[in-house]
């Protein structure tokens, strides 16, 4: 079984909103920072946004002001609430989380959204954006 489980993909028109969860199984989200990362098809993996175990978070260029990554403790749970959705956001959405113990934050440190700052991915769910 997956460690991460992402949910809430789906197809909406250009200008809608989509919520995505991401379910951080037999993780404490104090220990960890998490990532969600996209891949269009025929693109290289883009990471998106980051939020750190101590709830600071970051965002690429393309999607500030339009989405949001927040955590939510109780239920190891992390959202990424996206709005204003343009054709370009469509891909495959994938949530990754960090290893432990890390002497550097990943989602604090220089490179907060590179893929190779997390190591254990979920399997992703399919965002499309289309009229």
């Known amino acids: 079984q997956s460690q991460l489980v992402e949910s809430g993909g789906g197809l909406v028109q250009p200008g809608g909103s989509l919520k995505l969860s991401c379910a951080v199984l037999?993780?404490?989200?104090?220990?960890?920072?998490i990532g969600w990362f996209r891949q269009a098809p025929g693109k290289a993996r883009e990471g998106v946004s980051c939020i750190s175990k101590s709830g600071t978070s970051n965002y690429v260029d393309s999607v500030k002001g339009r989405f949001t990554i927040s955590k939510e403790r109780a239920t190891s749970t992390v959202y990424l609430q996206m709005n204003n959705l343009k054709p370009e956001d469509t891909g495959i959405y994938y949530c990754?989380?960090?290893?432990?113990?890390?002497?550097?934050?990943?989602?604090?440190?220089?490179?907060?959204?590179?893929?190779?700052?997390?190591?254990?991915w979920g399997q992703g769910t399919q965002v499309t954006v289309s009229s």
């Open positions: 037999f993780t404490n989200l104090d220990s960890t920072d």
């Open positions: 990754a989380r960090s290893a432990f113990g890390r002497a550097v934050s990943a989602c604090n440190g220089p490179r907060p959204l590179m893929s190779q700052e997390y190591n254990t």
